[in-house]
Nanobody, 114 residues
Framework: QVQLVESGGGLVQAGGSLRLSCAAS????????MGWYRQAPGKQREFVAS???????NYADSVKGRLTISRDNRKNTVSLQMNSLKPEDTAVYYC????????WGQGTQVTVSS
């Protein structure tokens, strides 16, 4: 059974930082491309960042230079360091394991106050 469990969300003031983590089980983690997506109220889920098994990284333009994705294959975790947060970063953040049958976590709320 595949499980992706996010943690680290919360309320932060604009300009602040948060670190999200996602613990994966039930998959061969080191082989999976992992990613973070987010969904703001009234909007569609959107791509934030991804990291492949070979550590190739991609970011949405809106977060480049502020968010950093990383992975630890020994701990089966993928993290998202979020700096210089803006109110428009407010959303539920979801961890994703890519593949023919992609998997999703339950999401963690990030709220950035102005």
């Amino acid at each position: 059974q595949v499980q992706l469990v996010e943690s680290g969300g919360g309320l932060v003031q604009a300009g602040g930082s948060l670190r999200l983590s996602c613990a994966a089980s039930g998959i061969i983690f080191r082989l999976n491309k992992m990613g973070w997506y987010r969904q703001a109220p009234g909007k569609q889920r959107e791509f934030v960042a991804s990291i492949t098994s070979g550590d190739s990284i991609n970011y949405a333009d809106s977060v480049k230079g502020r968010l950093t994705i990383s992975r630890d294959n020994r701990k089966n975790t993928v993290s998202l360091q979020m700096n210089s947060l803006k109110p428009e970063d407010t959303a539920v953040y979801y961890c994703n394991a890519d593949g023919p049958s992609p998997y999703w976590g339950q999401g963690t709320q990030v709220t950035v106050s102005s």
